[in-house]
C-alpha cells in the first residue's frame, strides 16, 4: 500500500499547518457553457456508461455519485490490460491505465452532454497534462474512454467547442479514447470520500468539487450518493 500511504503522506504535507484545513483549496471551477451537439441517445431507454478520467479517482467518483440520474460510480482502472489493473503497479505509471470512474447513468434523467459539461467544469482539470493537482504521472491523465462512436462524437465536439470559445487560457489535453477494458478498482477505494470525509486529501483535494457541484449545478446535485439511493 506504498502509494496509498505516500498520497496521505503529501496530503499531510500540503495542507499544514492545521489552520489550512479550515480553508480547503481546490481550484475554483471553469464556468463552461452546455454542449451544442446533443446525443442522438439521449432518449433512448435504458441505463448508460461512459468512463472519465480526470486525477485520483475518489475525486472524480465523489463528484458523479452526487449527480441525480447516475446510478453507479465506480472506481477503477482504463487503458492498459487487466493483468496490470492493481493499485501499486498502476501507480508506478508504466502500465498505460488511468485511475478512472465508469458512471452509469440514465439518459432520461440527465444527459451525457451535462456529465461532460459537469467533468470539464467541476470535476477536474482539463489542461493538465499527465497530472491533476498534487498527483503526478500518465496515471492521472485526463481522458474520456468512449463505449460507442456516438459518445465519441459527442466529447470531440464539446472540446472544439470550448475550445474555439477560449474557455481555458491553456489548451485542452483530454484524450478520447475507445474504452478496451475498465477494471475495478480494490473495494477500500470505492465510495472512498464518502467513507472518510476528514481523510486530508479529501478535505483540501475534493470535498471542494462536491461543494462546487452543488453550487454550479444545483438542479442536479442529490445529498446521498449513488450507493445510497440504492439502498433505500
Not at 446525443?39 to 461512459?50: C, K
Not at 508506478?92 to 432520461?108: L, M, Q, R, W
Amino acid at each position: 500500500m506504498y502509494r496509498f500511504a505516500v498520497r496521505g503522506a503529501i496530503a499531510l504535507a500540503v495542507i499544514a499547518p492545521l489552520a489550512a484545513l479550515s480553508r480547503p483549496s481546490s481550484r475554483e471551477p471553469t464556468v463552461v457553457p452546455e454542449a451544442a451537439v446533443t446525443s442522438r441517445l439521449s432518449a433512448a431507454p435504458g441505463l448508460q456508461t461512459i468512463v472519465l478520467a480526470g486525477g485520483c479517482f475518489w475525486g472524480i467518483e465523489a463528484v458523479f455519485e452526487h449527480i441525480k440520474g447516475v446510478t453507479d460510480a465506480v472506481s477503477g482502472y482504463a487503458g492498459g490490460t487487466k493483468e496490470q489493473a492493481d493499485y501499486e503497479t498502476v501507480s508506478t505509471g508504466t502500465t498505460g491505465h488511468a485511475e478512472s470512474v465508469k458512471v452509469t447513468f440514465d439518459p432520461t434523467k440527465v444527459s451525457l452532454e451535462k456529465l461532460l459539461q459537469v467533468f470539464f467544469s467541476v470535476a477536474h482539470d482539463a489542461t493538465q497534462l499527465n497530472r491533476q493537482g498534487p498527483d503526478v504521472g500518465p496515471q492521472y491523465r485526463s481522458a474520456i474512454f468512449f463505449a460507442d462512436e456516438e459518445q465519441a462524437r459527442v466529447a470531440r465536439a464539446y472540446i472544439d467547442q470550448l475550445t474555439k470559445a477560449k474557455v481555458y487560457s491553456r489548451p485542452i489535453v483530454t484524450q478520447v479514447v475507445k474504452l478496451q477494458g475498465f477494471y475495478p478498482a480494490e473495494e477500500y477505494h470505492q465510495n472512498f470520500a464518502e467513507r472518510n470525509p476528514t481523510y486530508p486529501y479529501i478535505v483540501y483535494n475534493d470535498a471542494p468539487k462536491v461543494v462546487n457541484l452543488k453550487k454550479q449545478f444545483p438542479e442536479l446535485y442529490r445529498q446521498e450518493t449513488a450507493v445510497a439511493a440504492r439502498e433505500h
